[in-house]
């Protein structure tokens, strides 16, 4: 299984929701990436888990709250958003955490957000 | 000004066709550096990985080539199919970069009848 799955597709949410992305992969995977993709430019990265410890953090604003439950799960809580949030979040997860031209990442189909 | 730059910007081809994508790069020191593909509204599929050492690198109708010197890295698609519209991103590994990858600013790609 070469896949990471990603849900929902699409989620629709308002500023005072809370809701959470899903990331899964079954690949034995040790570190796992969320990003972010706004139309038209390219992923921006927002944070590295690596052996289920966050290891990255990209300045992302506290609104944006990661979770690693275990090796294969990755989630996204998200709460109090802003419209301009909206945009691709896209999960990825690499054998380990290092950039070496074997160590591969493996991008999830990505979920949809929309905040209005 | 971006670390990694990409050219043209958006291009249209026929089916059929080949077609070449740049990717000028300015990061270093050079780890390896990777093409991927995205079709829209999905997470980008890896094409080719090169390290600083390798010169070409091949993925059925995909060929990508690098200059480390120059720095300066291209991707041929030969005989384009209708499905291989899509963005094409090369992305730059450079061992000071923290654990980060280096995006371009991609290409985006349409095939036409």
């Known amino acids: 299984d070469t896949e990471v799955t990603q849900t929902p597709k699409h989620l629709v949410m308002g500023m005072t929701n809370k809701k959470s992305l899903k990331c899964e992969q079954h690949?034995?995977?040790?570190?796992m990436y969320w990003y972010k993709q706004k139309a038209k430019k390219p992923p921006e990265l927002m944070f590295v888990?690596?052996?289920?410890?966050?290891?990255i953090n990209e300045s992302v604003p506290s609104r944006f709250s990661p979770e690693c439950p275990n090796s294969s799960l990755l989630n996204l809580h998200l709460h109090a958003l802003q419209p301009e949030d909206s945009a691709l979040y896209l999960c990825?997860?690499?054998?380990?955490?290092?950039?070496?031209?074997?160590?591969?990442?493996?991008f999830g189909p990505g979920t949809r957000l929309t905040v209005l | 000004k971006n670390q990694v730059e990409q050219s043209p910007q958006s291009l249209i081809i026929l089916e059929g066709k080949n077609c070449t994508l740049q990717?000028?790069?300015?990061?270093?020191?050079?780890?390896?550096l990777r093409w991927y593909k995205q079709d829209t509204g999905r997470g980008p599929v890896s094409l080719t990985i090169m390290t600083f050492s390798e010169n070409t690198k091949s993925n059925g109708r995909y060929t990508a080539t690098l200059d480390a010197d120059t720095k300066q890295s291209s991707l041929h698609i030969t005989a384009s199919q209708l499905s291989d519209s899509a963005s094409y991103i090369c992305v730059v590994i450079f061992t000071g970069g923290g654990n980060k990858l280096t995006f371009g600013t991609g290409t985006q790609l349409k095939v036409e009848l």
């Open positions: 990825a997860s690499s054998q380990s955490g290092g950039l070496a031209e074997y160590n591969e990442q493996f």
């Open positions: 990717c000028n790069y300015t990061v270093s020191p050079f780890s390896n």
């Open positions: 888990y690596s052996y289920e410890k966050l290891s």
């Open positions: 690949m034995g995977h040790r570190a």
